[in-house]
């Protein structure tokens, strides 16, 4: 529980929605639907459907802001529509023609769902899944939860929980200018999640009201 000084210097939602037991969430404003799946291997996929008339989409915000994954790679699958990705500053668009799509480990990228009249439909995962703090389940409850949830409270999301949610799944966001060497990177991120974000704030890497049922 944060204190009155801590809510002071950084809001935090008015409540916490549970979703731990439900199969699939809810991105702020309703903008992408995210599924959880695991193929008959137990391997984890994320299924998105961003749907194409909400206004986040169109204007190209129901995606993540550019991020590293330090150590997995992550895998891409386009089933119905466009998914315009940005890789080391350069853009492709994704279309079902395209087959699974690899990112490499360290690379930076973000996405999002290209302009169009269908939604976007597609299938996320990385690997390997054994890696310790890496792209699972629970990161995207605990980070989606929160999102949603500041969403709904009015509030701006705060950049040094996402950060700690970052670190809970090995992955950086790169926020400082572009240029920046990974190194410089991860210790940029280290301060705000830990030295700011959970000591001095109060945030946590996981809620139960979002983390999945162990």
């Not at 080391?88 to 169009?116: E, N």
């Not at 899944?129 to 999102?147: I, P, T």
Request: glycine letters at 6%; proline letters at 7%.
């Amino acid at each position: 529980m944060a204190w009155g000084w801590q809510l002071w210097l950084s809001p935090r939602p008015s409540r916490r929605t549970p979703t731990p037991c439900e199969p699939r969430v809810l991105s702020p404003n309703d903008a992408a639907l995210y599924e959880f799946l695991y193929e008959d291997d137990r391997r984890f996929v994320v299924k998105e459907t961003h749907y194409a008339e909400n206004q986040a989409v169109q204007d190209g915000l129901s995606g993540p802001p550019l991020h590293i994954h330090l150590r997995q790679t992550e895998y891409f699958e386009v089933l119905q529509g466009a998914l315009a990705v940005v890789r080391d500053g350069k853009t492709h668009v994704l279309t079902q023609d395209d087959g699974t799509v690899a990112i490499a480990p360290s690379t930076r990228h973000r996405f999002w769902a290209h302009p169009g009249k269908e939604d976007l439909i597609f299938k996320v995962y990385a690997q390997p899944e054994e890696v310790d703090r890496g792209f699972d389940e629970n990161y995207l409850r605990n980070a989606l939860g929160y999102l949603r949830d500041c969403q709904m409270s009015s509030i701006e999301p705060s950049i040094f929980q996402m950060a700690l949610f970052g670190c809970l799944s090995d992955t950086i966001f790169v926020l400082p200018p572009f240029w920046m060497p990974i190194w410089s990177l991860k210790l940029t991120q280290y301060v705000c999640a830990y030295w700011i974000g959970r000591f001095l704030l109060g945030y946590r890497e996981t809620y139960p009201e979002y983390s999945i049922k162990k």
